[in-house]
Structures are given as structure tokens and as C-alpha cells.
């Protein structure tokens, strides 16, 4: 790809240098920032060497190089080894998932109410930044369409109390001591029976790790394989929920498409190159695309050929209603040495459990073992035996087989109605799996809002729905993905009758309303 050459020293950096006036080092960053997110240095741009700009601007190499690294550490810039920083094109503020530009990251890490900013580590400004305050819709988290939610009032709570009272009411002394670094050796067992039994792959307990959930496994994967500034390939649309690993290791995430076969590896291997690809082969979040044969393949090769390595994030596997499942990537001859393999227990058994597990290629269990044991000592023991007996006396794949079937039932009900109510350009998507369908809306100009606007409708309405393009990182993807996420898993189906007829009505009223501006 050719790089814009450095533009940075066109644009003025006018210092101010009176008594009372920021440090030179702050003034440089606020500029340079700001010419970044107003576009006069566009993505790709060379920036000038550190010894240039301080020549141009009469200040010392250290100034401009801590103002560098203040714009490398918050994700403006990006630095390479040898080959000079240059404009991010993903900035920052395009990582909110509502982004919007133009706010310093002081400035919006008082609307979160951090008032220490200027103590915080630079990353973690960032991420406070850019992740924003968790605003309240006012709706329950259980309002109908919620995605992510699984119907808890179902789950054997009588089972998980009595065993949990047979290990934790006169425990034993072992338990008692320092677990396991990987994490208890009878549940790790139980995983991998599980994974043999369902999802065919062959792995050893050695290889697996509890964690607390996917975030945490994504955590540790970066830990293990990532340095600050290796580009990681991540699906956009995609899950905003690993952006923040990424960003805490100071990795830079490159968007690629999605599209009906998934994560568009071509697209990936025509860009910059990357260390690491994270996708969801079986069920791409939020579309619920499957990744294809062929490009799993193209990028397990890509992985063989150049040292990369892959994510695959199992996520949603366990809900099926149509079809036979592709065999996971680390299945394959092929990816057994260059797949991370993540799975979560949030959906299956309820979101607060907070366990999940990586499983890595056999060579990186040990260095993992030891680097876990370095930095955490091991997972936390509470309810490690509770789900390790939970799984092994079939208590899971009984709750995972009653579930599917009321699952299935809510799935079927909910697209009937769509089908009556909804309009006909509305198309769903993503039927084959998981807890939520997409409807899919055509692609559209978003100056009306789009289905930003539509999903604000529907929450006025009661309905917790999320709108496709808020997943987007890349500005110019949101035209083309339009579309609504509609959770079904913890929406009884006696509400969803009111619950699509409100949501028709927020999408007559967009039609409407662009009809009118157009
Ligand atoms: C794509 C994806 N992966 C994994 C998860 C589960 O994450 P965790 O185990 O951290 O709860 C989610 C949760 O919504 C998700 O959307």
C-alpha cells in the first residue's frame, strides 16, 4: 500500500511560548491531534522524524517525542520500527461505539466522571475515552430484543446450590491451598470431554485455561503473542467487547469487512499485515455469517505462511436450530498449531457466572502456564469445582438441550412475526444459531439517523434493540450496514406480539420521515 508522504510539516503548528502558556510537549499533541481528527492529516500520512519537527518548530527532540508517544499510546498515530509514525485509520474516537469525534480525551473522560485524567496511564485514558460512560437506556435488561441475555429464570439453581453446598459446606483442606495456574484440573477435563463430544475437537485439558469469560481469555492471548503496535485483524462490523483487550496491550485493530461468508480474508491480505486475526468462524457477531471452508482455510494458511496467529472465538456455538455446524478451526490439520480457541460459559449458563476458557496450540501451554502463574498466580477456585461436577454428571448438556428447544420455539415465533409485520425489504438473518437474528435493513443514506435512529425509536417504545452500524468501526461501512439486532433468548413469546408490532412502528416512522426530508 503507498503511504501519503509527511504532510505534517505543511500544516502550521503555531507554539505558544509566554509564561503561564501548556508545556510545548501538550501544545504539539493537542495540534497534531487535532489536525488528525479534522482531516488536514489524513490516515496514512507520514509524520515528520522527531528531529525535523523539532527543528521546524524550535523545540527539543524530546518534546516532540514525548508528544509522539502521547499520540502512539491513545492510538492517533501509529509508530514503526525503522519506518517512521504515521496517521492511525482507525482513530480513537471511531472505537466508541457511538463515536463521535472532536472531543479531547480529557474532555470525555469528564463526562465519565474521571477527574484524575492527568494521573491515568495513557492507555487507559484511552480506553476510558473511547469506550465512553455506560449510558442508561432506562429499560430493563431483560426488554424484549435484548441481545446477550440468556433466559436465567430456566437454569437448575436448586442442582448448582446443592453442589455447591456438597464442596463448599465442609470443603477439602486441597481446595483450600493454591489452585492450578491454568485452572482446576477436573473442570479443565470436563472441557475438553465437552469440546471432544460437541464440537469434535481433540484437545488436551494441558491446553486449556479458565478464565473470566472471552474479554479475559483475549487478555492473556495478548499478553502471550502481542508487543504495543501489532496490528490485529478484527471483523466490522464486529464484538465492541474485544476492542479494549487490544487497546490495553497497545495493539493497533484493523478493521475488515464482513460479509455473507464472514471475515473478508482477501480484504485482510491485500492490507497492512497483521499478527494476529480475531474472528468468530461459527457464528460472526452481530451478522451471524458462518466464515466459509475456503477462506478458513486462505487464513490458516496465511497464519502457516507468515507466523501469524488466529483468535477463533466460539461464540453462540451452542444454540443450533438448522444444519450441521463447520468443524472449528483448531479442528483442522491445519490450524492445530496457529488457532487460540476461545469459548464462554456467559450465554450457556447465565452472563454474571463471568467463566470462559482459551484453548491454546500445544506448544504455547507451558509458556502460558508459567506467565499466568507470574502475573495471577491462578484463576479464582469458588466455582470451579461447582461447574466442573455441573458439566461432568450431564447437568450442562441437559440445560443446553432444554434450552435449545425453548430457544428454537422463541426463534420460530419471533420470525413469523416479522414476517406479518415487518416490511418486505427488511430481511433476516443469521437463523441458523444463537440467541439473536439480525433484520437487515437496505443499505441507506444515515443522514436521517438510519438504524441509529430506528433503534432509539424502538427503546422509546420499551424495546431493547441495538442498531447494526453501531458495531461498525469504520465510518464509511455504516451506509451499507443497516440493519437490527433482535435478541429472542430472554423475550417470552406471549410479549413479542406487541413487541414486533412497536417495532414496525419505528421502522414506518423512518420511512416516513426520509420520505419527507427526500
Ligand atoms: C462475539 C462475542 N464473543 C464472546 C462473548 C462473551 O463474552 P464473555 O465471555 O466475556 O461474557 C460475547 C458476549 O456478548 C460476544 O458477543
Not at 86 to 109: I, N
Not at 120 to 136: N, P, W
Not at 161 to 187: H, I, M, S, T
Not at 435 to 444: F, G, I, T, V
Amino acid at each position: 500500500m503507498s503511504r501519503k508522504a509527511s504532510r505534517a510539516s505543511l500544516i502550521s503548528l503555531p507554539l505558544e511560548r509566554s509564561p503561564g502558556a501548556p508545556p510545548l510537549h501538550q501544545q504539539l499533541y493537542s495540534q497534531l491531534r487535532q489536525a488528525v481528527l479534522d482531516g488536514r492529516l489524513a490516515a496514512d500520512t507520514r509524520l515528520p522524524s522527531s528531529r525535523l519537527l523539532a527543528e521546524e518548530t524550535g523545540c527539543s527532540r524530546n518534546t516532540v517525542l514525548s508528544a509522539y508517544e502521547q499520540l502512539t499510546a491513545e492510538g492517533y498515530i501509529v509508530g514503526r520500527v525503522g519506518a517512521g509514525s504515521y496517521v492511525s485509520r482507525v482513530l480513537p474516537e471511531d472505537l466508541q461505539p457511538h463515536g463521535s469525534r472532536g472531543h479531547a480525551p480529557a474532555a470525555a473522560l469528564q463526562d465519565t466522571g474521571v477527574e484524575t485524567a492527568a494521573e491515568l496511564g495513557a492507555r487507559a485514558q484511552a480506553i476510558l475515552a473511547r469506550t465512553g460512560q455506560q449510558r442508561s437506556t432506562g429499560l430493563s435488561a431483560f426488554a424484549p430484543f435484548s441481545v446477550g441475555a440468556p433466559d436465567g429464570r430456566y437454569f437448575p439453581f436448586d442442582v448448582w446450590g446443592r453442589l455447591a453446598g456438597r464442596f463448599w459446606r465442609a470443603p477439602d483442606p486441597l481446595l483450600l491451598k493454591q489452585g492450578d495456574p491454568a485452572g482446576l484440573p477436573e473442570l479443565r477435563q470436563a472441557i475438553a470431554d465437552y469440546l471432544g463430544a460437541v464440537r469434535s475437537l481433540t484437545v488436551s485439558p494441558e491446553q486449556i485455561f479458565i478464565t473470566s469469560g472471552s474479554q479475559q481469555a483475549l487478555t492473556w492471548v495478548c499478553r502471550l503473542l502481542l508487543d504495543p503496535g501489532d496490528r490485529v485483524w478484527i471483523e466490522d462490523p464486529g464484538y465492541s467487547g474485544f476492542r479494549a483487550p487490544l487497546m490495553a496491550a497497545g495493539a493497533e485493530p484493523c478493521p475488515v469487512s464482513v460479509d455473507r461468508d464472514g471475515f473478508a480474508v482477501e480484504e485482510a491480505l491485500a492490507g497492512p499485515q497483521a499478527r494476529l486475526a480475531v474472528v468468530a468462524p461459527a457464528r460472526q457477531f452481530p451478522t451471524g455469517a458462518i466464515l466459509s471452508l475456503a477462506r478458513r482455510l486462505e487464513l490458516l494458511r496465511w497464519a502457516r505462511a507468515t507466523g501469524g496467529w488466529i483468535v477463533e472465538d466460539d461464540y453462540d456455538s451452542e444454540y443450533r436450530y438448522a444444519g450441521r455446524p463447520l468443524a472449528p478451526m483448531q479442528s483442522l490439520s491445519e490450524g492445530a498449531e496457529r488457532v487460540l480457541y476461545i469459548g464462554s460459559f456467559s450465554k450457556v449458563l447465565f452472563s454474571g457466572i463471568r467463566m470462559g476458557y482459551l484453548v491454546v496450540p500445544p506448544a504455547l501451554a507451558e509458556p502460558l502456564r508459567r506467565l499466568r502463574h507470574a502475573i495471577e498466580d491462578h484463576p479464582p477456585l469458588a466455582m470451579q469445582p461447582v461447574l466442573a461436577a455441573f458439566m461432568k454428571e450431564g447437568h450442562f448438556a441437559a440445560h443446553v438441550r432444554r434450552m435449545r428447544l425453548i430457544y428454537a420455539k422463541r426463534q420460530a415465533c419471533l420470525r413469523a412475526l416479522c414476517a406479518e409485520h415487518l416490511p418486505e425489504d427488511v430481511r433476516l438473518e443469521g437463523l441458523e444459531a444463537g440467541l439473536h437474528l439480525l433484520a437487515r435493513l437496505p443499505e441507506r443514506d444515515t443522514r436521517d439517523g438510519g438504524d441509529r435512529a430506528v433503534a432509539e425509536r424502538a427503546r422509546t417504545g420499551g424495546l431493547m434493540v441495538q442498531a447494526l452500524s453501531a458495531y461498525c468501526l469504520d465510518p464509511a461501512r455504516r451506509a451499507r450496514q443497516q440493519g437490527l439486532l433482535l435478541g429472542f433468548a430472554a423475550t417470552a413469546r406471549s410479549e413479542m406480539p406487541w413487541a414486533v408490532r412497536t417495532l414496525a412502528g419505528a421502522l414506518g416512522d423512518s420511512r416516513s420521515e426520509s420520505r419527507a426530508a427526500g
